[in-house]
Every structure is written in C-alpha cells, then in structure tokens.
C-alpha cells in the first residue's frame, strides 16, 4: 500500500500518542527560549505555536510533509472562497454575483452558521499559508479566480451549478464539500506518521485539529438540512454520516439531481474504504487484529440494521489523495503552472 492510502486507523496506536504527550513536553521545556513561540500564543493559536516551534526545534522535513500541507492548503482555498463567494465577500465580483440569487434564500440562523464557517477556513488558510514555509516549501498561489464552484472546470455551467439558484442544493454541495475535507484530512494524516520525526508528529497534531473543525462543519450542516427535511432520516440530528455511498449524502430532496452530482456523491461518501465501512484494524495487546464493529461481541442485543448503521456512524473513513484529486478537479480551473494538488 502507498504512504498516501495509509488509514488514520491503521496508522495510529499507543506509540503515537506516547510521542506527541512527549513532544508536548519539549515544548514545555523551550517555551521560554523561544521568540516564535511567544508570538504564537500571544494568537491565542497552538497549531501557530508549534509551527513557529517547527523550523526551529528540528532539521530536515520529508517531503511527504510538505505535500500533505500544500494539498491541505489547497482544499482550505477551495472551501474558503466558496463561503466567500456564497456571502457575496469574494474579492471577485463575478464569484459574488453567481451565488446572489440563492443567497436570497439563506435563512438567518444558516447565514450566520455560514459566516462561523467561513471564519474557520479562513483561520486554516492563513495558518497553513504561514506553516508551509516553516516546513521549508513553497505556498502555491491560488485566488478565487482560479475556482469554479459550478464544478465545470471554468466553464461556470458544471453540473452544480443548481447550488448557485436553490437553496437545498446548495446545502448539499455544502455538505459535500465539508465531508470531503474530512475524509481527505483522514487520508493524509497516514503519511505524517514519520517513526522518530519531530515535525510529522507537529504537523499530524495541527492536521488532526483541523480535521476535527471541518467535521463539525459538517455536521452542523447535515443538521440545518435535517431542519429544512425532517421526514429525510438519511440526514441524523446528530451530523453522524450515516452508511455509505449516494445514500449517506441524504440527496433525497434534490428533484433530478444531475447523474454527474450523484457520481460525485458517490465518490465523496464511498471510495477503496467507503463510509458504509465497519471493518477496523485495532491494537489487541499483542498484535494488529481486524474487527468488524457491526458484530463484536455483546452487541446482539441491539437490532441488527441499527447496530451496522451505529458501526458506520462511529468512524470516519478516509479518502487517499488520489480520491480526493478526482472529486475537486473540476472544482479547480487547469492551470499547468500550478499543477494540481
């Protein structure tokens, strides 16, 4: 298996966490020592913190590390300008004017949940454009001219292009590009377990907080869609990502969505480890063990369908890099100088 389709599941174990508690504490120790990290928590901002500790505190950086974090980066930009542009705060006034027919329809209470969201993106934009250099690479430029939110590859007629008029389809997409975010974090955070490398284990500690933010995002949207649809059972109180597939998108309110959106779907909620998943690699004291969490022992008592359907609300599955690409290129105009991420 290549380091990029590594599992956050297969990758994490006790040794991990013993290395992070330990890295926490030589942070500790060189905190008074260091200028950088003054300023990072003068931001009130921990992941600015350890990356102002990176380039400091170690030596050389893989280029894995890197990578991750200029995809990271990327895939921030792409979700930041699209709440941008869904808010009419686009430095492009084309972005703007696209989304102001459904903007009209946004309720107050999901505008401002926007508004919190968008906050966020922002937040991890800036801090993974100031990380980047830290780690000794290069932050790729990337504008809100370079995004086509209609998933038409600059064309502005993709096939989401519905997300611009109708408020639920909006929704959706919103979901979709949350969820994405989620499982593409979950993807990567395989190639940031670095046996005996210090930065690895800072940029997976800043990773996993992220990861953690974007699935509330998504959850709180999966909520607010539950709101607008309460006989749509797909879509949990909860946020849980329930099965995998078409169906965990919960596109039932969507009148003929267009085949190239179910595909999309299709790919965000399933892929080589599909969120309908329940199948685990755990640690049994001795050795790794495969489980499968719909049927461990004790659990019978509970309805057989609702056990698998708990199993697969339990663990966010990951998407390799590769996964990833193939959903949001047409997300993301060509552009030979750029490349992709």
């Known amino acids: 298996m290549e380091e990029h389709?590594?599992?956050?599941?297969?990758?994490?174990?006790?040794?991990?966490?013993?290395?992070?508690?330990?890295?926490?504490?030589?942070?500790?120790?060189?905190a008074a020592a260091s200028s950088r990290f003054a300023?990072?928590?003068?931001?009130?901002?921990?992941?600015?913190?350890?990356?102002?500790?990176a380039k400091e505190s170690f030596a050389q950086t893989p280029a894995d590390i890197v990578d991750v974090l200029k995809f990271a980066f990327i895939l921030e930009n792409l979700e930041n300008e699209f709440y941008r542009a869904v808010l009419g705060t686009s430095a492009v006034a084309a972005q703007n004017n696209a989304f102001a027919p459904v903007r009209a329809l946004i309720p107050d209470a999901a505008k401002q949940a926007i508004q919190q969201i968008q906050k966020h993106e922002q937040q991890h934009v800036d801090f993974l454009k100031a990380v980047?250099?830290?780690?000794?690479?290069?932050?790729?430029?990337i504008t809100a001219n370079d995004f086509d939110f209609t998933g038409g590859n600059g064309t502005g007629a993709g096939p989401f292009i519905r997300a611009t008029t109708e408020l639920d389809f909006l929704l959706l997409a919103t979901q979709?590009?949350?969820?994405?975010?989620?499982?593409?974090?979950?993807?990567?955070?395989?190639?940031?377990?670095?046996?005996?490398?210090?930065?690895?284990?800072?940029?997976?500690?800043?990773?996993?907080?992220?990861?953690?933010?974007?699935?509330?995002?998504?959850?709180?949207?999966?909520?607010?869609?539950?709101?607008?649809?309460?006989?749509?059972?797909?879509?949990?109180?909860?946020g849980y990502v329930r099965g995998g597939g078409i169906a965990a998108a919960g596109a039932g309110n969507i009148a003929n969505p267009p085949a190239e959106v179910v595909a999309a779907l299709n790919l965000i909620y399933g892929g080589a480890t599909p969120e309908s998943n329940t199948q685990h690699v755990v640690f049994n004291g001795t050795s790794a063990v495969m489980i499968d969490a719909a049927t461990l022992t004790g659990l019978?008592?509970?309805?057989?369908?609702?056990?698998?359907?708990?199993?697969?609300?339990?663990?966010?599955?990951?998407?390799?890099?590769?996964?990833?690409?193939n959903i949001v290129k047409n997300f993301i105009k060509d552009d030979p100088a750029r490349g992709l991420p």
């Open 176 to 238: 979709a590009f949350e969820d994405t975010g989620v499982r593409a974090y979950k993807g990567q955070a395989g190639r940031l377990l670095i046996n005996g490398n210090d930065n690895a284990d800072v940029a997976l500690e800043s990773a996993l907080r992220i990861h953690s933010v974007e699935a509330r995002h998504a959850a709180k949207i999966r909520r607010i869609r539950r709101a607008r649809n309460p006989a749509d059972t797909s879509l949990r109180f909860s």
């Open 132 to 141: 980047i250099p830290q780690f000794g690479g290069t932050v790729v430029t």
């Open 39 to 53: 300023a990072g928590i003068a931001m009130a901002s921990v992941p600015v913190a350890l990356a102002a500790l």
């Open 5 to 30: 389709q590594q599992t956050v599941l297969d990758g994490i174990d006790p040794e991990i966490t013993e290395r992070l508690v330990s890295r926490r504490d030589a942070i500790r120790r060189g």
């Open 300 to 325: 019978d008592v509970i309805d057989a369908t609702e056990r698998t359907a708990a199993a697969t609300q339990a663990f966010d599955e990951p998407l390799t890099k590769d996964e990833v690409i």
